[in-house]
């Protein structure tokens, strides 16, 4: 299970190794990560521009981990209740 990305962190990251990608792969985009590592952070510009978006980034990250966590618990749910229907044609033939 993914744990919550903190605010904190992710400005720590991009202050210190933003021009490397660092924030963007604790993110979870580790694509972006590669740009900014081969850019420098997209010539710098993205760097910046991430120092005034990145309470937005956060959320959006953490939003998208919930949404997965979410669906796996429906998942989870929808196989119990497929569990339990066939226990209980198991225990009506008998």
Known sequence: M????????AYILC?????????????RRPFLALLYLFTAGLFVVG???DLFTLREQVDICNDNIYDEHE?????RIDDLEDEFEALHQKLRKQ
């Open 2 to 9: 993914a744990a919550q990305k903190s605010t904190l962190v």
């Open 15 to 27: 202050f210190f190794l933003g021009l490397l990608g660092a924030h963007k792969l604790y993110l």
């Open 47 to 49: 760097w910046i521009i």
């Open 71 to 75: 669906s796996e618990l429906f998942d």
